[in-house]
């Protein structure tokens, strides 16, 4: 009995880790896409 308790404890606590850490890095990574584009014609050549 105790060791079961112990096991689901264990269990708990890493799952309890695991959440934090994904939550923690979801919330601080950022995407910045910057730059510019120019188009000079509108040609199909197929």
Same mark, same amino acid.
């Given at each position: *009995? ?5 096991? %689901?404890? @264990? *269990? $708990? @606590?890493?799952?309890? &880790?695991?959440?934090? $850490?994904? $939550? ?5 990574? %950022?995407? #910045?896409?910057? $730059? %510019? %584009?120019?188009?000079?014609?509108n040609?199909? #050549? &197929?």
């Open positions: *009995m105790r060791r079961a308790r112990k096991k %689901t404890l @264990f *269990m $708990g @606590f890493l799952l309890l &880790v695991l959440t934090l $850490g994904l $939550g923690y890095a979801l919330i601080t990574t %950022t995407l #910045n896409i910057e $730059g %510019t %584009t120019d188009i000079d014609s040609t199909w #050549n &197929v």
